[in-house]
């Protein structure tokens, strides 16, 4: 795999650490670590990454069943070998494809808004979280200002809105922090901003013009907010390709 980025950890408390700010698609596990063990690592990696290819490496053939039992994609005895790792890499239970990783959120923006974590629909305290999401990914992640937030969120009413601005901000990056992901949010004095390489997003992938995006639009666009209307004007000319 030449176009591999390779990081390597000692410790799998740290390995864990850096799954939760980076997707991983290979994850070479010992199955006797301090801390944690192999096994308790691996579950922890794929509850971040359920379509993670798990290797793992050991000295000891008793542990394949365990291994199995999570459904590893491969499992080296040592000593390792350059040919040995070729082995499983050239049959993965998973397919890598190069430059793409899975994201552990999605977004549906066709139509009316909904946000996705693995699959489960995310919940947040206020029903205004849920759109100032929508407004952070309508930007495509970069950071905006609190006055523009609000002044798309309340109109003329922003004025008095700031104790509830702080209440759904604080809101969502709470929701984002419990999920595992305090890094989602990009937080500075009066701006927000989200990491959108962790979000699969028809919006996204549409403005990359991929061919399935386009297919599925259908002049649609996060039908639920006004402020919406200014970027479904931008995106009616797909609808006609």
């Known amino acids: 795999m030449p176009a591999a980025e390779v990081d390597g950890f000692r410790n799998p408390l740290d390995a864990i650490s850096f799954a939760t700010k980076h997707p991983v698609d290979i994850a070479l596990c010992d199955v006797e670590m301090r801390e944690l063990d192999g096994i308790q690592t691996a579950k922890k990696i794929k509850d971040l990454y359920p379509r993670c290819n798990i290797i793992f490496t050991t000295g000891y053939s008793e542990f394949t069943g365990e291994a199995m039992a999570l459904h590893a994609s ?66 495509e992640g970069n950071p905006c ?12 009413e922003a004025g008095n809105k700031a104790s509830y601005f702080k209440n759904i901000r604080s809101d969502l990056i709470m929701t984002f922090e419990n999920l595992g992901y305090p890094q989602m949010v990009i937080k500075q004095r009066g701006v927000l901003g989200l990491e959108k390489s962790l979000v699969d997003c028809d919006y996204f992938r549409l403005l990359k013009e991929e061919p399935a995006a386009i297919s599925a639009f259908h002049g649609e666009y996060m039908t639920d907010y006004e402020w919406s209307e200014y970027t479904l004007g931008y995106l009616l000319k797909y609808d006609q390709m």
């Open 145 to 156: 200002s609190t006055a523009s937030i609000m002044a798309a969120l309340w109109g003329d």
């Open 74 to 139: 491969g499992y080296i005895l040592k000593p390792i070998t350059k040919e040995k790792l070729k082995e499983e890499f050239s049959d993965l239970r998973h397919e890598v494809k190069e430059g793409e990783v899975e994201a552990p959120f999605k977004a549906v923006t066709f139509g009316s808004f909904s946000f996705y974590h693995r699959g489960e629909l995310v919940r947040f305290t206020y029903s205004k979280t849920k759109e100032l999401l929508a407004y952070l990914i309508d930007r």
